[in-house]
Structures are given as structure tokens and as C-alpha cells.
């Protein structure tokens, strides 16, 4: 075993940047933002002020494009805009100015972006692919009236790779004929019928459009109305399709958030395996699947045109119960670390898995503890300085253990495996500050267990000052969860309640900052 013990002075821990335009910010706002109290080191988050679901999210000429619902004026929801990011790598974010506006149709609300290769749209202008935009307009007098036909879909172009955009003039692209809840509209191009393929959601089910130039559309079919979950409203859909590991198979994959209606309480994430033949999305699957059992993963949506073909997701780190009463002052709100989708067979049937994309290890350099053995029904305390922006990963063939991080105020975040219950357990109940909603700290978030190997099962944990990801045997079960400590956790406790399996902690990380 070594244990690496690092002292760092919060400062230097929590070193940010703060982008303004063009204008390179001296080093004392570099100091100053990003050093706030709960701001996460790894994630992305805006600067300052509101932020929900990403949007847009696309890759092109080198570069992979953020796009995030945005209020610039409060850190609780307002009117929306459309907040902009760019990266080369996915973990290194370059803050942008505003993309979007709200106009005359109404705020600007979720949606997607594509690269228009064939220039079908006609938007483009010497030889250049444009980048277009579809977006929900949402009339804020329309819903004041009562109307049920106040969000319609819009679009809007960039010459520049996304530094300035046009809206089309002859937006709305498509109107509402009294669907109360319908909007953010995905779009990818669908091969075998030559034509741009949109995905939106209206109340309770998903809507199929296809076009030819991104400015007509016709509506093709519907799906989800008898199917999967349904307590809540049906939002950000995406549809996309992925191979199936070790084999030739193909199968289409159709994600769905939901509010409320989540597993563990509130908003979360549903997923649909089937078919798609160019008009309609079919499946057999009558019961939803989650990506994602904590509370804080929604409105994800995926990457269109990624270089090497990989299907990158990143989420809103976050859920309607709570996100406008969340401990932050500065701003509210982060993302997911991006993560890659792949789909396995697991028997007959077919599971979505997500883990974090190759170039978060990457942030992962000094090594704080490495190679201990944890044996069978015994438990290791370990002292470790650099814990709250860490990346811990254990193997074990134990089904009963828990892992406990705690920081001198006696505070708590405790994860088990639960053999009896078949299930994972996340306690964050005495985990810091709770109190700021009811719905926070009120109960343990229990993910159901069944697929693990027989022999051993790999634990990945992301702990980022605010936040935990959890991921076991390489994301076929996922919990993201927001934490708010007082201070900052620096014991880890592992309890092996196994009478017979050892548990092996592999290595714990620090995470290096990316602002």
C-alpha cells in the first residue's frame, strides 16, 4: 500500500479561470472565480449566474461546441438563453459569448445543432457547411393567456463555427396546433433515407419529423404513449443508433428525461432499445430503463458529428426539486463529465451503459493512496488531503461493503452494496448541507443490482467538491448525486462486510483542475 499524503492550499486547489470575450482576465479573477465554495474543478459550469440543460451539443473543425440553457441575469431560471462553451478536448472548456436571444416568438429553449454537410439548407455561402441550430421558442404571453400553442420550433445558422448566428426569418420552422408541452426538438441526419430526422416531445409521448432542407418539416410518427414511465412530463429526446458490444448487431437507442418520475424522486433519465426504419421508432420494451439512478443526471442529450464516431453524452447535473435552492451564490448548476455511450447484451436482453469518456482519466495525475487490501470483514481507515477532487477506483468480488467519506465535522456521504437487497445505497442525508429543500437530504437513493459478474464487479467514483459520480462494472449502473459539505472530506473508510471476498482499492487520484 502507499499512501500519499498532499497538503494544498484551498487556493491553489481551487485556482479557476474566468474568460470575458476576447479579453484574457488577470490572475487575481482567475483566483477569484472558480474558488468559490462548492464549485466543482472538473466540470464544466458557467461563470456566474443560471444554468440548465445542454444544448447544441456538436463537434466541428477541431472543435466540440456546449451550448446550455442560460439565464445571464439571476442564479435562479429566467427568461432563457442560449449559452455558449467551446473545447478541444472535452474537459477544457473555453466560455463564449451568448449564442441566442430571446426575440418576438419567445425565449429560447432546449434543442440541438447539426454540421449541414450537404448545405440542404442553403444556408451556407462559398463552399462552407454551415451550422444550424433547431430550438424551442417558448412565448411567455402565450402562457400567460392560457394558450396551449405557445412553444414552436426555430432555427438559426452560423457561418463562423458557432461565433455568431442568424435566426431564419421565416421562423417558426414548425407551429403548434395546441400541444401544451412540445418542444426541444434533436436533429441528426439519417442515412438510409437521405434526410434530417427530428426528435421532440409533446406531454406524454415523442414526435418523429423529417426534412429535407431543416426548414420544412413533416411529420412522420409517433411513439411512447403506452410505454415506459410516465409521472411526469416527457422532455429532451434523443434518438441515435449504437452497435451492440461483441457482435454485428445493431439497435437504436431513444432517451427520454422525465419530470417527475425518477426512480430515486423528481427528474431523471429513461431509455428505450428498438428499431428505427426512417418513419417510425419502435420497441418492445413496455417498462422504463434508467441511465442513471441518483438525482442529479438530466436533460442529457448527445454529441452530433463526433471525429471518431464515439456516441458522447453530458447532462445537466441537477433536478427540478431542488436546482433553484441549491448552497451556490454565484452561479447555479454544472454538467456531467461528458461519457460515452455503448450498448450491451447482456441474455436477451439489451442495457445502455455510460462512463466517462477516456479523456477525464487524463485529468487523473498524482496518485494520493494506491494498492490496498481491504480483507473480509474488516475495514481501513485512510487520511487523505485532496479527497474532494479525487477519482477512487476499487475491485471486488464482495457484494456487502460501504464506503464512507467524512470530514471533521463529523459529516457523511456513505455508498453500499447491499447483497440482501440487491441493491447500491447512496446516504447523503448527513452528507453537509442538506436543509436548503426538503426533498434534498429526506431519504437513502437505492439502485436495483442484479447484472454484476459473478466473480468481481469495478467501482469508478468521480468526487468533485459538489458532486459524485458513481460507476459500476464500466456504467452499466450509474449515480450521479450533488453534496453540499460544510468542509471538505478528508477520511475515507472502507468496511468490508463480506466473510470470504477481499476488497482492493486500486488507486486514489487527485483531479487536476481544468479552469
Not at 470575450?21 to 472538473?42: D, G, N, T, W
Not at 404513449?225 to 458490444?245: I, M, N, R, S, Y
Not at 420497441?283 to 438530466?298: C, M, R
Request: hydrophobic share 35%.
Amino acid at each position: 500500500m502507499k499512501i500519499g499524503v498532499v497538503f494544498l492550499s484551498v487556493a491553489a486547489m481551487l485556482m479557476g479561470c474566468k474568460e470575458k470575450q476576447k479579453e484574457k482576465p488577470k490572475e487575481s479573477a482567475i483566483e477569484k472565480v472558480y474558488a468559490e465554495p462548492y464549485r466543482l474543478q472538473f466540470h464544466f459550469s458557467p461563470p456566474e449566474k443560471w444554468m440548465n440543460d445542454p444544448n447544441g451539443l456538436v463537434y466541428n473543425q477541431g472543435i466540440y461546441h456546449l451550448f446550455y440553457q442560460y439565464y445571464p441575469d439571476d442564479i435562479v431560471w429566467g427568461p432563457m438563453h442560449w449559452g455558449h462553451a467551446t473545447s478541444k478536448d472535452l474537459v477544457h472548456w473555453q466560455h463564449q459569448p451568448i449564442a441566442l436571444y430571446p426575440d418576438e416568438h419567445g425565449l429560447i429553449f432546449s434543442g440541438s445543432a447539426v454540421v449541414d454537410k450537404k448545405n440542404t439548407s442553403g444556408f451556407g455561402t462559398n463552399g462552407e457547411a454551415p451550422l444550424v441550430a433547431i430550438f424551442t421558442y417558448h412565448s411567455m404571453e402565450g402562457e400567460k393567456e392560457g394558450r396551449d400553442d405557445f412553444q414552436t420550433q426555430g432555427i438559426a445558422y452560423s457561418l463562423d463555427n458557432g461565433a455568431t448566428w442568424t435566426k431564419y426569418e421565416g421562423n417558426p420552422v414548425i407551429g403548434n396546433n395546441g400541444i401544451r408541452d412540445f418542444r426541444d426538438p434533436k436533429v441528426f441526419w439519417h442515412e438510409a433515407s437521405q434526410q434530417w430526422i427530428l426528435t421532440l416531445v409533446a406531454g406524454d409521448h415523442a414526435k418523429f419529423y423529417a426534412s429535407n432542407n431543416l426548414r420544412e418539416w413533416e411529420h412522420l410518427s409517433d411513439f411512447g404513449k403506452t410505454q415506459g414511465a410516465h409521472g411526469g412530463v416527457w422532455e429532451c429526446p434523443d434518438l441515435f443508433p449504437l452497435p451492440v458490444e461483441g457482435t454485428e448487431e445493431q439497435k437504436w437507442v431513444l432517451i427520454i428525461s422525465i419530470n417527475p418520475g425518477a426512480p430515486n424522486g423528481g427528474s431523471g433519465t429513461q431509455y428505450f432499445i428498438g428499431d428505427f426504419d426512417g418513419e417510425k421508432f419502435t420497441s418492445n420494451q413496455q417498462e422504463p430503463k434508467w441511465l442513471d439512478y441518483g438525482t442529479d443526471n438530466y436533460a442529457g442529450v448527445t454529441y452530433n458529428n463526433t471525429p471518431d464516431g464515439k456516441r458522447i453524452f453530458i447532462g445537466w447535473m441537477s433536478n427540478w426539486f431542488y436546482a433553484r435552492n441549491t448552497p451556490t451564490e454565484k452561479w447555479r448548476s454544472a454538467m456531467t463529465v461528458p461519457r460515452e455511450l455503448s450498448l450491451e447484451k447482456i441474455g436477451d436482453d439489451y442495457f445502455l451503459k455510460n462512463y466517462p469518456v477516456e479523456q477525464v482519466d487524463g485529468l487523473a495525475t498524482e496518485i494520493l493512496a494506491e494498492d490496498l487490501q481491504v480483507a473480509p470483514s474488516t475495514s481501513e481507515t485512510l487520511k487523505v488531503d485532496g479527497l474532494n477532487q479525487s477519482q477512487i477506483q476499487l475491485k471486488t468480488s464482495s457484494r456487502d461493503y460501504t464506503v464512507i467519506f467524512k470530514n471533521d465535522l463529523d459529516e457523511t456521504l456513505e455508498l453500499t452494496m447491499d447483497s440482501t437487497n440487491s441493491a447500491f445505497i447512496v446516504n447523503r442525508m448527513k452528507s453537509g448541507k442538506v436543509d436548503f429543500h426538503s426533498e434534498f437530504g429526506n431519504k437513502k437513493h437505492v439502485m436495483p443490482i442484479s447484472l454484476l459478474d459473478k466473480e468481481s464487479h469495478e467501482l469508478k467514483i468521480l468526487l468533485d467538491w459538489s458532486s459524485i459520480e458513481i460507476f459500476i462494472d464500466g456504467g452499466i449502473y450509474v449515480m450521479t448525486e450533488q453534496l453540499f459539505p460544510t468542509k471538505p472530506y478528508t477520511t475515507l473508510v472502507i468496511k468490508n462486510g463480506s466473510a470470504d471476498s477481499e476488497i482492493h482499492l486500486e488507486s486514489i487520484k487527485q483531479m487536476e483542475s481544468v479552469w
